[in-house]
């Protein structure tokens, strides 16, 4: 079974800073992972996706992403916050044998002025 | 990309009512997902939807309370039958295209 766990609930993060969001995932086959960003009463936004070609994948908003094997980890980053960046951020996992999403838990990102 | 719409956007219901939920896509797709959102939590999935044959649910979601028709390759209902507060949540439907998969907008629904 997958599953996908994102460490924190809440990130604060000041204007300019990095920003730094886990997520660590399980699959018994090569995952699909994605970040998902949703704002304040609005739907889901796809930040990126990796679909198992570059490990380092690029993502909307100057987000980003490294895939990493061994830690089976896809932590999500940017380099520098802005305020509009605030918003719930949503890590998934599918693969090819169960095309539906498996979510984590969310990470609430706030960016202080 | 797809471009997805739900009706109602969102309603507010008495307890032991049903609610369906439409969910349209702009062109044809062999899946389709429902999940639910409880209020500030993650999304989980609740049964997967393909066309000609009975959805399949997960685990905690039965078709009695949830009952989905996929009449064809581009459109599919959610029923939320005899419900509760505890049906409050935000309900989306998504569909897989290329490996991704793009969501609806939402239907809030409230319980009274």
């Known amino acids: 079974a997958q599953s996908v766990t994102q460490l924190g609930s809440h990130v604060s993060v000041s204007e300019g800073a990095l920003v730094l969001l886990r997520c660590n995932y399980s699959s018994s086959v090569p995952p699909y992972l994605f970040w998902y960003v949703q704002y304040p009463n609005q739907g889901l936004q796809l930040l990126l996706k990796?679909?198992?070609?570059?490990?380092l994948v690029k993502g909307i908003n100057g987000f980003e992403a490294e895939f990493k094997k061994s830690e089976t980890s896809f932590h999500l980053t940017k380099p520098s916050a802005h305020m509009s960046d605030a918003a719930e951020y949503f890590c998934a996992v599918s693969d090819t044998g169960r095309r539906a999403l498996t979510f984590g838990s969310g990470t609430r990102l706030q960016v202080q002025p | 990309s797809a471009v997805i719409s739900q009706k109602p956007s969102r309603d507010i219901c008495q307890r032991g009512t049903s609610l369906t939920i439409q969910c349209q896509v702009d062109s044809q797709v062999t899946m389709m997902f429902w999940y639910r959102q409880q209020p500030g939590q993650s999304l989980t999935l609740i049964a997967t939807a393909n066309q000609g044959s009975e959805a399949t649910y997960e685990s905690g979601f039965v078709i009695d309370k949830f009952p989905i028709s996929r009449p064809n390759l581009t459109f599919s209902t959610l029923t939320v039958s005899n419900m509760s507060p505890e049906d409050s949540s935000i309900y989306l439907c998504?569909?897989?295209?290329?490996?991704?998969?793009?969501f609806g907008p939402g239907t809030r629904l409230t319980v009274l």
């Open positions: 998504s569909v897989e295209r290329a490996n991704e998969q793009f």
């Open positions: 990796y679909t198992s070609a570059a490990t």
